[in-house]
C-alpha cells in the first residue's frame, strides 16, 4: 500500500509541476498580452490557479516527506493506524470495511476515509474487538472494530465470544 500512495502522491507532484512550469506561464503570457491586466480576467484566473497549484504543491511535497518517513517497523501491528483496512460493524448491525488514509487519497468509492475525519480519529489505535464512540451529527455512533489489516499485511480478527 505504502508503493502505490506514493506512486499516486509523485504522479499527483508530477501533474501538477507541469501544470505550474509550462501551462501556467504560457496562460499568464497569453493574458498578458491582451493588454490592460486591471480588467483582464484570464490573467486573474491565471494567477489564482498559480497561487493554488503552488499551494497544492507545497501539501503534496510534504506529504511525500511524511511517507518517506514511515518505517514499518514503527507501526505497530496490533492496532488500526494509517494504511489500515478495517471491518466494523455498526449500532444497527450493519457492516462495512474502511482503509484509513490521507485526506489527499479520499476515494469514496474505495471506501477510503481520511485519518482526520471525525471516524477515522476515532479508530486510531482501535484493537479487533474494541468498541469506538464518536459524535456525528445526526447523534452519537458506536462502532465495533472486527477485523484489522494493517500496512503490515497482517490480518487481526475479533474472535466471538472472546
Excluded at 501556467?24 to 484566473?45: C, F, H, Q, W
Aim: no cysteine; proline share 4%.
Amino acid at each position: 500500500m505504502l508503493e502505490e500512495l506514493r506512486s499516486r502522491l509523485q504522479s499527483q507532484i508530477e501533474e501538477f509541476d507541469r501544470e505550474l512550469r509550462v501551462e501556467l506561464p504560457k496562460r499568464i503570457a497569453t493574458a498578458v498580452a491582451m493588454g490592460d491586466l486591471r480588467e483582464n480576467a484570464e490573467y486573474t484566473s491565471a494567477l489564482e490557479r498559480q497561487e493554488f497549484v503552488r499551494a497544492r504543491l507545497s501539501q503534496l511535497t510534504r506529504r511525500q516527506s511524511e511517507l518517506s518517513g514511515i518505517n514499518l517497523r514503527d507501526v505497530p501491528r496490533d492496532v488500526v493506524g494509517f494504511g489500515s483496512r478495517v471491518a466494523l460493524a455498526d449500532d444497527d448491525g450493519g457492516k462495512m470495511t474502511l482503509r484509513i488514509v490521507f485526506p489527499e487519497f479520499v476515494e469514496l468509492d474505495d471506501e477510503m476515509i481520511s485519518i482526520a475525519s471525525p471516524l477515522g480519529r476515532a479508530l486510531l489505535g482501535a484493537r479487533p474487538g474494541q468498541k469506538v464512540n464518536l459524535q456525528a451529527p445526526g447523534g452519537e455512533r458506536s462502532y465495533m472494530v472486527l477485523e484489522i489489516v494493517t500496512l503490515h499485511g497482517e490480518t487481526l480478527t475479533h474472535e466471538k465470544g472472546s
